[in-house]
């Protein structure tokens, strides 16, 4: 009988994972989150690759529809100047509102009989046995010269040649997704040149902690003509194939979010000196479309050192190790080719080319799919 009991920082969706998947096995588990649910997240809310598998395996696949998720199964690119073919995924990812798919995940994680304790930001310093770090990502003001943050929005009455639309610029890409009942998700990860603060839209919102994940941006008074600003970000440059498919867009306010100070540099698990998962080890660049897969694999490698440390059959250290090794394992050639895609997408020259020619080649598309997920 499991009696090591598992405290789980972070009700992402990589703390949620583990905790559903520790509770399957009967392990005491509590999950203390800093915010509450629902909520919106930037997130391009477009889950794709091995984590899909995981959710199966859970048994939680099969809730998702439920709880809105649509299959997406074709996907274009454009640049400024460019546009790609409508390409055909190779398996079919879903589209899903981070504000349903959070909430699902915890209540299936209560259903289960495990403990969250929204509202509450653990503040220690030091992760000790039986606490895993699931605190998404790591801040970083400046990455090689630049300031990056992401932001989202939900809208209506975006016209969409495909399931998911790739917009380039020379400073951002921006995802456009279909969801359900005519809605779409834009989200998009934007870079400004680190220097004196320009009024970066999120810079002031910087929380005290690791995580940057700001609380959706209600449009307060005060607030309302600098929302209605950082909504301009979203649709580029007058005459881009971003800015004609944005002209009517009818923004839904509310679920506005934004994250700054991120960081897209691999690390590796175990050169972290806790137990983490998810983002908390590192984020993938967001253009992959992998990074909550990441978070679901993560949380499942995690389960079963997990739950032997619980019933006593490996020490703490044991069990760390074993779940950085196989993270790492698992992610390290994958966080290769996607930084080396993201550098290469923010190529300005290249921009034109890339979106026409890629998606072209068979070949080079495959590959790029599959070493990116
Ligand atoms: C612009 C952008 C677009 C993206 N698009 C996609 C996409 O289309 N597809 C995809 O798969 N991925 C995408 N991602 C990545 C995806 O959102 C993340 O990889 C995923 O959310 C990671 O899950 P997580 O559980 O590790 O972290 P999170 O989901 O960030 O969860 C971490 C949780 O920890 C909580 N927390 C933090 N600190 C504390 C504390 N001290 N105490 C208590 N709680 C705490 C936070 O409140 C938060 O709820 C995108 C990311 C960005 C930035």
Redesign the pocket.
């Known amino acids: 009988m499991p009696t090591n009991p598992i405290t789980i920082?972070?009700?992402?969706?990589?703390?949620?994972t583990l905790g559903i998947g520790l509770r399957q096995k009967s392990v005491l588990v509590t999950v203390?989150?800093?915010?509450h649910y629902p909520r919106h997240?930037?997130?391009?809310?477009?889950?794709?690759?091995h984590?899909q598998a995981t959710l199966a395996r859970l048994g939680l696949a099969d809730k998702l529809p439920a709880a809105g998720a649509m299959p997406a199964s074709t996907t274009q690119f454009f640049s400024p100047r460019a546009k790609s073919a409508i390409r055909k995924l190779r398996e079919p990812a879903w589209s899903i509102s981070?504000y349903a798919l959070?909430a699902l995940l915890a209540d299936e994680f209560r259903r289960l009989g495990g403990e969250i304790r929204e509202n509450?930001?653990?503040?220690g310093n030091e992760y000790t046995a039986g606490m895993v770090r699931?605190?998404?990502?790591r801040l970083q003001p400046v990455e090689n010269g630049w300031r990056w943050f992401?932001?989202?929005v939900h809208a209506r009455n975006v016209p969409l040649n495909a399931d998911l639309e790739m917009h380039l610029s020379p400073s951002s890409y921006l995802?456009i997704?279909r969801l359900k009942d005519g809605e779409v998700n834009i989200?998009?990860?934007f870079r400004r040149a680190a220097g004196p603060e320009r009024g970066a839209p999120v810079r002031r919102e910087h929380g005290e902690?690791?995580?940057t994940?700001l609380e959706p941006q209600a449009p307060q008074f005060a607030e309302k003509s600098r929302l209605k600003s950082e909504l301009q970000t979203f649709r580029g440059a007058p005459g881009s194939p971003r800015f004609e498919r944005l002209a009517n867009a009818v923004f839904d306010e509310d679920s506005f979010c934004s994250?700054a100070g991120?960081s897209l540099r691999p690390h590796r698990a175990a050169q972290s000196g806790d137990c983490c998962?998810?983002?908390?080890i590192t984020?993938?660049p967001?253009v992959?479309?992998?990074?909550?897969?990441?978070?679901f694999e993560s949380a499942e490698l995690a389960i079963e050192p997990l739950a032997a440390y619980s019933r006593g059959q490996l020490t703490w250290n044991e069990a760390q190790a074993t779940i950085a090794r196989a993270c790492d394992e698992r992610f390290a050639r994958r966080l290769a080719w996607a930084w080396g895609l993201q550098r290469l997408l923010f190529m300005a020259a290249l921009q034109d080319s890339l979106v026409k020619f890629v998606p072209r080649w068979e070949r080079l598309w495959r590959l790029l799919l599959d070493r990116t997920r």
Do not use: Q, Y
């Open positions: 920082i972070g009700g992402g969706l990589a703390g949620l203390l989150e800093a915010g997240r930037v997130c391009g809310e477009f889950i794709s690759g984590g981070r959070d509450e930001r653990w503040r699931a605190t998404g990502r992401g932001l989202k995802g997704s989200c998009g990860l902690s690791r995580t994940e994250v991120l998962i998810g983002d908390g984020m993938i967001p992959t479309g992998n990074g909550m897969s990441m978070a």
